[in-house]
Each structure stands twice: as structure tokens, then as C-alpha cells.
């Protein structure tokens, strides 16, 4: 074959500057850009736009956008993300294309894994479980121990080792559009590392094989699981956008309960946690869930951090935690929240302040069935504030601060120490989110 000409070369070289500059010139948001000399901008080489959220904020977020050729990555089956992903601490930058559904309960071989493969050789048993803890002879006072419960422990420790997979510092993941990208059964780990982005993804049946009992956890106790779909940990500069979050297939109306409690096999869609900071959750759609997005694993998480944007995404069958918030600023903004019951998933709240955390929520739009209150669709801890303007209520606009401590005994407070700032693409009215957001948000939709 012969060499591409000089003239051909220094035409490419001005098409990728061209790209270059229009991704810098503000594609973070998710906008698809058409330019004459490159048709639709390179979606695995696109950076946060400036000022799009907390995650634009000092350095910004660019994720793996300089990776070479060398690392960057097109991977179908788990063996080969475990690959592209290499090592936690290589800060090598890396583009990793998702082409279709990984299923992360399979060996290295493809093999398909059940929990009964991560229960053999530990010596745990449901039943024996069951048995062992039930609270009429175990009591409530403490939380199990003992053979069974270490059996547990290691079922729980060789399933983790499969479907955990931690991503490096300055690494972008993107699903291949078209394909149907996404991760089933894993939990993207993204701690203590910065400049990571995520998008395009689905990501769907996130479960525990070996919840554990504690019957310490309220008044009846609680199991409780281990893997959220996206966990943030001691990370910066995180950019999570367009993608979809689902229990589905395995709902929570499937779960059986024992101790008179759900056994419950799922616990976050996307929690931002110990000391995470720096964050923007944009353009996603969380669905059929519970307990959907922590932010701050407890009321002594890190002071000065766990900053965080959630703008323009659909909250759609979800109980509770969309988000809990609390210690740090978080602005959430342009959102959809339809709290109708879905497959059994009948809203609790949507957003919880506490631990005096400073929210600021602006200009969303709640669709409320008959006889919903405005008055449930906050929470807090009598420590937490919360700023609202420009909400709107089955299209009416609505004071939901007021209609919560009108109905409360801890009330929200009302003001908050920090003014947002980075709300690019902010709308100033949320009139149209219910039709706009229905089409733009979630995976598969960027090209």
C-alpha cells in the first residue's frame, strides 16, 4: 500500500485540532458536534466542558483523552476489561471502548458464575446461616459471628475478587455506541484516584450473593449488601454521564425475606463517598432502586470535600437517596424525578440533607401521582440545608422546603454558605424537563 501523501497528513493532522478544539469548546455535556472536516466528534476523546458542574473545577476532567494508541482499549468480556483496566496505581493515561454487555459473574474463560460457585469451598450454607442467627435463639444485640458468618465472609471475599473492578487514575470508559454497552452483575471501584470518566454505560444487576444480617441495624435489623454499580471512594474529578442505572432484571420484588426482613441483594447505584470530591453526575437515568446515591459514607466524612453536581438526569422508581447528601456542597439542578411506583419501587424521598450539608436544588420538575405530598419528597436530619427556587410540582412551582418543615420536626434549614458557579448548560426554567430529559438522558443515546 502506498504512504499517505504529505498533503493527506497535514489535512488529518487539522482535522484532529479541529476536533481537539470543539471537544474543548464545551461537547462535555453531552452534545452531539458535527464539524466539516471530521463529521461527529470522537466521543471516546471528549473532555467536561468548563465550568459544567464541580468536576470542571481547578485541573477539570479529561479522563484518558492523551492515551496512545498502546492503551487504548476495546474490550467485550470481562478477561479483557480486567486487562485494559491493569494496574490501580498506573496513572498511564487509557481509553477503554465497551463493546456490548460484559457479564461480570464469568471466569477468565467466559465460564458463567453462580453464587454457588463462590459458596464452594467456604463452608456457608443459607440455611446454615439462617439458623445460626436467627434472632429467637442469637438474639439482637449483636452482630453475627462464629463459623458461619466467617463463611460468609469468604463467599462474599471470592465473589468480590470477580465482579470489583478497580479503575486507574486518568481513564476513560466508554460504551461503543450502538452495541448495547454495559456492565451486568459488576461494581466499577473508583477510589483514591483522579480524573476518571464514565459514560454511555448501562449498568444492571449489581448483587450481593451473601448478604449480611445485623440485627443491631434499626428497630427489626437489616441485611444488608455489599456492592454499589459505581462506588466512589477517596476520588477527584469524576465525571459519571449518560448512563443507565437498573436492578433489572432481579427486582427488589423478588427478594425473600427472613427474620421478617427483605433479604436485600442490592445496595448503591452510584455512592460517592469517603472523601470523594470534584464531581459531575449529568445526563443519566437511575431506575428501579432503593437506596441510589450516597454521598458521604457518615456524619464525619470529610469536611471540605464531596462536592458534587447532579444535573439533568431522570430519577425514575426509586425509593429513597437521590440523592442523600451530606457534609459537602452539592448543586442539583435540571432534574427529572418521577416518584409514580414503579415494579414496586414506591418513593420514600428523593432528596435528603444531613450532616449539615449544604444542598443547593434548583429549577427540577417532581411528577407526583394522586394524593402524593410535596411535603415527603425531601428529608433530613435537622442539621442539613437545603436552598430551593425554580421547582416545580406536576408543573407548578413549589416551595418544598416549606411544605417539608411544615410537616417535619427537624426542620431543613433554609440557607446555605456557597454560591454555584459552574452551571454551564443550566436551564432556568424546568417546564420542559419531563419531555426534554425523556430522549437525552441515559445510555445509548450518544453517537
Same mark, same amino acid.
Given at each position: ?127 446454615? /446461616? ?7 435463639? /442469637? ?193 442539583? /439542578? ?69 411544605? /417539608? ?43
Amino acid at each position: 500500500m502506498a504512504a499517505p501523501s504529505h498533503r493527506r497528513s497535514l489535512r488529518s493532522r487539522r482535522t484532529l485540532v479541529v476536533t481537539a478544539a470543539v471537544v474543548a469548546a464545551g461537547v462535555g455535556a453531552g452534545v452531539v458536534v458535527m464539524n466539516a472536516s471530521a463529521g461527529t466528534v470522537d466521543l471516546y476523546h471528549q473532555t467536561l466542558a468548563a465550568k459544567d458542574g464541580w468536576a470542571s473545577s481547578g485541573t477539570g476532567t479529561t479522563g484518558g483523552t492523551k492515551a496512545d494508541a498502546a492503551h487504548t482499549f476495546t474490550v467485550s468480556t470481562r478477561a479483557q476489561l480486567v486487562k485494559a483496566l491493569g494496574s490501580a496505581t498506573d496513572t498511564t493515561p487509557r481509553i477503554i471502548k465497551v463493546k456490548g454487555t460484559i457479564d461480570a459473574n464469568t471466569d477468565d474463560a467466559g465460564k458463567k458464575l453462580t453464587c454457588a460457585d463462590y459458596a464452594a469451598g467456604t463452608g456457608y450454607s443459607l440455611a446454615a /446461616y439462617l439458623k445460626a442467627y436467627d434472632p429467637a435463639t /442469637y438474639g439482637r444485640s449483636k452482630l453475627p459471628s462464629g463459623t458461619q458468618e466467617t463463611a460468609r465472609a469468604a463467599a462474599q471475599s471470592k465473589q468480590a475478587k470477580n465482579i470489583v473492578f478497580r479503575v486507574p487514575a486518568n481513564t476513560t470508559i466508554v460504551g461503543v455506541p450502538g452495541t448495547g454497552a454495559g456492565l451486568t452483575g459488576a461494581m466499577l471501584q473508583v477510589q483514591n484516584v483522579d480524573n476518571v470518566i464514565v459514560r454511555n454505560m448501562t449498568f444492571a444487576a449489581t448483587e450481593d450473593c451473601f448478604p449480611q444480617w445485623d440485627p443491631t441495624d434499626g428497630d427489626d435489623g437489616n441485611w444488608n449488601s455489599n456492592y454499589d454499580s459505581v462506588t466512589l471512594r477517596g476520588a477527584t474529578h469524576v465525571w459519571a454521564d449518560h448512563n443507565t442505572f437498573t436492578d433489572a432484571p432481579h427486582l427488589d420484588s423478588a427478594n425473600p425475606k427472613y427474620y421478617g426482613r427483605e433479604y436485600q441483594i442490592h445496595d448503591g447505584s452510584l455512592d460517592i463517598t469517603k472523601g470523594s470530591d470534584l464531581v459531575t453526575v449529568s445526563h443519566n437515568q437511575f431506575t428501579n432502586h432503593d437506596k441510589t446515591m450516597l454521598i458521604g459514607s457518615s456524619d464525619t466524612d470529610s469536611v471540605g470535600k464531596l462536592r458534587v453536581s447532579i444535573h439533568h438526569n431522570v430519577w425514575k422508581g426509586i425509593i429513597q437517596r437521590a440523592p442523600l447528601a451530606r457534609i459537602g456542597q452539592i448543586h442539583i /439542578y435540571n432534574n427529572y424525578y418521577d416518584v409514580t411506583p414503579l415494579n414496586g419501587y414506591a418513593t420514600q424521598y428523593s432528596i435528603n440533607s444531613r450532616a449539615k450539608a449544604q444542598v443547593v436544588a434548583e429549577n427540577n420538575y417532581w411528577k407526583l401521582p394522586s394524593g402524593a405530598k410535596a411535603a415527603k419528597l425531601l428529608s433530613g436530619d435537622g442539621t442539613g440545608s437545603v436552598k430551593g427556587s425554580g421547582n416545580l410540582v406536576n408543573g407548578t412551582t413549589t416551595d418544598l422546603v416549606a411544605a /417539608y418543615n411544615a410537616a417535619s420536626s427537624k426542620d431543613l434549614k433554609t440557607t446555605v454558605n456557597w454560591t454555584p458557579t459552574l452551571t454551564t448548560g443550566l436551564e432556568t426554567s424546568a417546564k420542559n424537563l419531563p419531555t426534554s430529559l425523556a430522549t437525552t438522558t441515559g445510555a445509548g443515546v450518544l453517537k
